[in-house]
Structure formats: structure tokens, C-alpha cells
């Protein structure tokens, strides 16, 4: 088998569909861009396509991937991406393909999240004890039940770029406990349930860490 990963932004009104919608979406476009994706066997065959973690909706995006895994290999790397972001609908873009092995299972992911007000004082102390901190407790709702995370060890980074924007810098890992971005934010700069959902979030990149 041959195995490609593809490199995506997700960028507009694009990124409120849920993942299992983009998903779809990706599915039928290398369908109709009849790239020759290997089937599983069985009575439900289904594409042998693996995604990265599933973003929040509302969370723009110039950094998703996915591995897919063909029957023959890619003959122009090039064309393929141009027949790919022919299909792809509006939003979505084929940024390039690589060969590739693995999906990482860790990496360091960079975002940028533009706040609805300016950065307090007190909110620049909350994020330099934060950053000084060796644990940071925060609850978690998930399917409806309470979960206490120490998301302290998630965050390599937490930088004022401008007054109303900050960069912050996440491990992600296969074995770790997960946080939203605006779940840490929300928690560090003491933010009302209604000031988090208004912060906008972009993921810029990310690479993978042994």
C-alpha cells in the first residue's frame, strides 16, 4: 500500500460543520477526484483514511491533516492537489501531499486566539503565575460528568502578541488528557462562560515531537 499525508486549511464558515461532516466532505472529494483510496474488507467496506484530533467547531484552522492510504501510488503530487481543491468545497484547501508512514502521536500545536476585549493587568499576572505554576487544576465537563484535568503540563507557551491577542503553544498527545484552547483560556484569564465563546480561535501549525 501507499501512503500519502495531506496537509489542509479550514478557513470561513466552513469550520462550524462538525467533524463527521468534514469527514464526509473529504470522502466524496477524493471519490469524485478518483484517488485510488484503499478499501477495508468486509460486508461495510470504508476508506482507509485517518484523520488528526477532531478541532472544536467554530475553531478555523491553516494546519489539519490526514493520512490516506492507496492502492497505487501518486504519479504528480501537484495535479492530484489541484484536482483535490477543484472539488473541495469553498474553505477548504489542499495545502500540499507528502509520502508518509504515520500519523505523529505527539506534537506541539501553535494557536492564536484573538480575545473579545483587552488583556487586562491583572489577566497579563493570571497567565505569568499560570507559566509559573507546576500544576493548574481545571473541571472539564464531558458527556454531562465533572472531570478535574491538570492541563499545566499541556502548555509550553502563553504569549501576548498584541492587546486582545495571545499565541498559545500545546502539547497534544495520544495518551494525554485533551483541553480546548479556549477551555485554557477561559481558566486563566478567569473569563465568564460568555466572553470564552466569543474568543476566536485559529490553529497555525504544529509539528510532530519525539
Known amino acids: 500500500h501507499f501512503k500519502y499525508m495531506v496537509h489542509y486549511s479550514r478557513r470561513g464558515r466552513i469550520c462550524y460543520l ?26 461495510h467496506p470504508s476508506p482507509k483514511v485517518s484523520f488528526g484530533p477532531a ?23 501537484d495535479k492530484t492537489q489541484q484536482r483535490l481543491n477543484a472539488t473541495l ?8 501531499i507528502e509520502r508518509s508512514a504515520k500519523l505523529p502521536q505527539k506534537m506541539i500545536v501553535d ?16 497567565i505569568a503565575d499560570f507559566l ?10 464531558r458527556k454531562k460528568k465533572s472531570k478535574e484535568i491538570d492541563i499545566r503540563p499541556l502548555i509550553t507557551e502563553i504569549k501576548i502578541e498584541s492587546d486582545n491577542i495571545l499565541l498559545l503553544q500545546m502539547r497534544s498527545e495520544t495518551t494525554l488528557p485533551g483541553a480546548k484552547p479556549t477551555e485554557v483560556l477561559e481558566a486563566v484569564l478567569k473569563l465568564g462562560n460568555e466572553e470564552s465563546q466569543q474568543i476566536k480561535i485559529l490553529k497555525k501549525g504544529w509539528y ?3
Open 55 to 77: 478541532l472544536p467547531v467554530g475553531t478555523e484552522s491553516m494546519a489539519e491533516y490526514f493520512m490516506m492510504d492507496l492502492s497505487s501510488p501518486i504519479t504528480s503530487l
Open 89 to 96: 468545497p469553498r474553505g477548504l484547501q489542499v495545502q500540499r
Open 111 to 126: 494557536y492564536q486566539a484573538t480575545l473579545p476585549a483587552t488583556i487586562t493587568p491583572s489577566q497579563r499576572q493570571e
Open 208 to 210: 510532530a515531537r519525539s
Open 18 to 43: 462538525g467533524h463527521l461532516e468534514i469527514l464526509q466532505l473529504i470522502f466524496r472529494t477524493l471519490h469524485r477526484a478518483k484517488v485510488p483510496v484503499h478499501y477495508s474488507k468486509g460486508f
Open 132 to 141: 509559573a505554576a507546576k500544576n493548574f487544576i481545571i473541571h472539564k465537563i
